[in-house]
């Protein structure tokens, strides 16, 4: 995750994404980026999912205070068990290196 916050800076300044994957095609550049997209699109959507699906989560986020509060001070078996199953990051990856992505 922290990779994708890395390219997602890069972009949002205009920098060049050589720096990431020096020496590589543009074509592997773009489907790394194209990879990460999909991969923050698919924690965004997983997130959302939990939050639309127990409005009980809801007061854990209705401000920087309380979303501090949820992830930092409650502890992990409790939090666990308010938000769920995590996202499966390892179910994940194979699919995105699965895609067949023409040019």
Known sequence: MRAIHELRSQIEHLNDLDPFLP????????????????????????????LLADQQLWPHFRDGAAVTAFWAKIRESERMSKWGAPFDLAGYLPKIDDLQIAN
């Open 23 to 50: 020496g590589a095609s543009d074509r592997i550049r773009k489907i790394a980026f194209l990879k990460s997209v999909l991969l923050t699109e698919s924690v965004a959507r997983h997130c959302v999912r939990q």
